[in-house]
C-alpha cells in the first residue's frame, strides 16, 4: 500500500492559497442565493429557534438547518463574517474532499494516479466555483466523500472494520442528509449498493452493520422531525417539507424542470475540460458491461459513482446543475481510467490534442516540457493549464465585482431614504449584508404604470434600483436620474 506524498499536499494547498483564498476575500456575494442565506440565517438569529427556518416572514423549508447554524455562529461572532462562512462552510470541505480522494486512490493504485484524480477534481471549473460560493452542497459533499472513503477503506482493508469505523459511514450519511435533504443519503447508499452488486459481493452489508446503520440514519432523521413538529409551526413547516423538497422536486416539480436526459447533456459543461474523457469512457464501458467482471476495482467504483447517481437524479423531476456535484469524483476518476486505457493508442492522442487546443495553454505546455512521450506529464498540462487561467482570473475579482456585482451599487446608497426597485424581488436580500439597509424600507414594483402612481408623484426623495437589462425602459421619464450603472444593475434618483 503505497503512502501519500506531502509534497503533493503542499502543492494542492497551494493551489486553494493561490485561487481560493484570494476570490473568496475579494468577490462579492450574490443576491440571489448567497445573500438570501444571509437574511435567512438573521431571521433565525433573531427568532432563537433552532429547527424552522424563515425567509423574512414566510416558512422556508427548501433545506435543513445544519449550514445555517455554521453561518449564524459567525455572522453572529465575527465582523468578516462573509469570508469565514464560505471559507469553513464550502472551502474547507472541499479542500478535506481532494485530500481524502488523493489518500484513497493512492493506496487503491499508486501515487502518481491518486495525486492526478485529486488536482484533475480541484481544478474542474465548476468544482472551484462552488468551492468558493456560499451553499451547502460542498459540505454536504464531503460528508457523502468521508462516508465512501470509510466503505472502500473497509472494503479493500485499508483500514482496520472497526465499530467506531463502520459508524463513521452512517453518521456521516445522515450529516449530508441534515446539510442538503434526501441527496446526502440517497448518493453514498446508491453507490455503495451498485458497487457491492457490480461485485456480487452483497454479503459485505453484513460486516457493515448496514440495516443497523440505515435504521441509525432513520432514528436520527425522525428525532430531528420530532422536534421540528414540536414547535409552534412544526406540522406546517414539516407539511411544507415533504411536499416541496420531497414529492415536490422528485415527483412533480414546479420549477427547474428538466427533461430525462438534460444531466446528460450538460455534464459537458460541468466537468469540462475532463468531460471529452468522460463521454468517450462511458461510452466505452457500457458497450463493455457484458465483460464487467474483468474491470478492476477502479473502474468499477468509477461506472458505479458516475452513473448510479446520475441515473437516479434524472429521474427527479426537478433538476439543478449543482446536483451533480457529489459525483465529480467518480466522473473524474472514469476519464482517468478511460485515459489509462487508450494513451498508447491513436484515440488517447487525439482526445489529449483536442482538450489542448480548446485550452490552448497545454499545447505550448507540452511543447515548452517536452512531454510527447511522458503521458502522465501531458495529462498534468490540463489541470497545470486550469491553475494559470484562474490564477490570473482571481486578480481581477475587484474589476468583476465593480461591473458584474451589486457592490457599487450599494455604495451609492447614502441614506435611509425609501427604495423602489422593478422586477427585482432579490433586492430585499440586502439587509443580509447591509445593515444599513432594511428590507422594511424596500418596495418591489412589477409594472412601469406604477412608477408614476408610486414614485414620480410622491413627495419625497427616493432611490430607484433593477437590472441593467431593464435600463432602456425609463428613458422617457424626466425625473428619473441615472446616477450609476454596470454591466448587471443600474442606480436611479428621484428628486422633486
Same mark, same amino acid.
Given at each position: ?80 463574517? $462573509? ?81 467506531? $469505523? ?204 517536452? $512531454? ?102 425609463? $428613458? ?21
Amino acid at each position: 500500500m503505497q503512502k501519500i506524498s506531502y509534497k503533493n499536499i503542499f502543492k494542492i494547498l497551494f493551489i486553494y492559497l493561490i485561487i481560493y483564498i484570494p476570490i473568496t476575500l475579494k468577490r462579492f456575494p450574490d443576491i440571489r442565493n448567497e445573500i438570501k442565506y444571509y437574511a435567512i440565517t438573521d431571521n433565525l438569529i433573531k427568532s432563537r429557534e433552532f429547527f424552522i427556518l424563515k425567509y423574512f416572514s414566510e416558512l422556508y423549508p427548501d433545506k435543513p438547518p445544519l449550514y445555517f447554524w455554521l453561518i449564524r455562529f459567525f455572522k453572529e461572532n465575527f465582523a468578516n463574517f $462573509n469570508f469565514l462562512s464560505i471559507f469553513f462552510g464550502s472551502i474547507i470541505p472541499s479542500f478535506i474532499i481532494i485530500i481524502l480522494i488523493y489518500n484513497l486512490f493512492t493506496k487503491l493504485k499508486n501515487e502518481k494516479f491518486g495525486f492526478l484524480v485529486a488536482i484533475s477534481l480541484a481544478t474542474t471549473p465548476f468544482f472551484m466555483g462552488i468551492s468558493v460560493f456560499l451553499r451547502m452542497d460542498m459540505l454536504m459533499n464531503l460528508f457523502i466523500t468521508i462516508s465512501l472513503y470509510y466503505f472502500f477503506s473497509i472494503y479493500f482493508n485499508l483500514i482496520k472494520n472497526s465499530w467506531f $469505523n463502520r459508524e463513521i459511514i452512517y453518521v456521516s450519511i445522515f450529516l449530508g442528509i441534515f446539510t442538503k435533504g434526501i441527496a446526502g443519503g440517497m448518493v453514498p447508499l446508491s453507490i455503495i449498493l451498485g458497487f457491492l452488486i457490480l461485485e456480487k459481493n452483497l454479503t459485505f452489508l453484513k460486516k457493515i452493520d448496514f440495516l443497523a446503520g440505515v435504521g441509525f440514519i432513520i432514528f436520527c432523521t425522525l428525532t430531528w422531525f420530532s422536534l421540528i413538529y414540536l414547535q409552534p409551526e412544526g406540522k406546517e413547516y414539516l407539511s411544507l417539507m415533504f411536499k416541496q423538497e420531497t414529492v415536490g422536486r422528485i415527483v412533480k416539480a414546479k420549477t427547474h424542470i428538466k427533461p430525462f436526459y438534460y444531466y446528460f447533456v450538460r455534464l459537458s459543461f460541468l466537468i469540462f475540460p475532463y468531460s471529452l474523457f468522460w463521454y468517450c469512457g462511458i461510452f466505452h464501458y457500457l458497450k463493455d458491461i457484458k465483460n464487467y467482471n474483468r474491470w478492476n476495482y477502479l473502474e468499477k467504483i468509477g461506472v458505479i459513482w458516475s452513473m448510479v447517481p446520475l441515473v437516479l437524479f434524472s429521474l427527479a423531476s426537478g433538476k439543478l446543475d449543482i446536483y451533480m456535484l457529489p459525483l465529480f469524483t467518480g466522473m473524474i476518476l472514469l476519464s482517468l481510467n478511460f485515459f489509462i486505457k487508450i494513451k498508447e493508442k491513436k484515440i488517447g492522442e487525439v482526445l489529449l490534442k483536442i482538450i489542448s487546443v480548446i485550452l490552448i495553454i497545454p499545447f505550448f505546455l507540452n511543447k515548452f516540457l517536452k $512531454n510527447k512521450e511522458n503521458h502522465y506529464k501531458n495529462f498534468l498540462t490540463i489541470p497545470l493549464s486550469i491553475i494559470i487561467i484562474f490564477g490570473v482570473l482571481a486578480q481581477g475579482m475587484g474589476t468583476f465585482n465593480r461591473y458584474f456585482t451589486l457592490k457599487p451599487v450599494v455604495a451609492q446608497i447614502q441614506d435611509n431614504r425609501k427604495i423602489y426597485t422593478y422586477r427585482f424581488e432579490d433586492f430585499k436580500n440586502i439587509e443580509g449584508v447591509e445593515p444599513r439597509v432594511k428590507a422594511s424600507n424596500i418596495t418591489n414594483i412589477q409594472e412601469i404604470s406604477e412608477i408614476k402612481e408610486k414614485i414620480i408623484n410622491s413627495n419625497s426623495r427616493v432611490y430607484f434600483i433593477t437590472k441593467n437589462k431593464y435600463k432602456d425602459r425609463f $428613458n422617457n421619464i424626466s425625473n428619473l436620474k441615472l446616477k450609476f450603472n454596470n454591466e448587471s444593475y443600474c442606480f436611479f434618483e428621484i428628486e422633486q
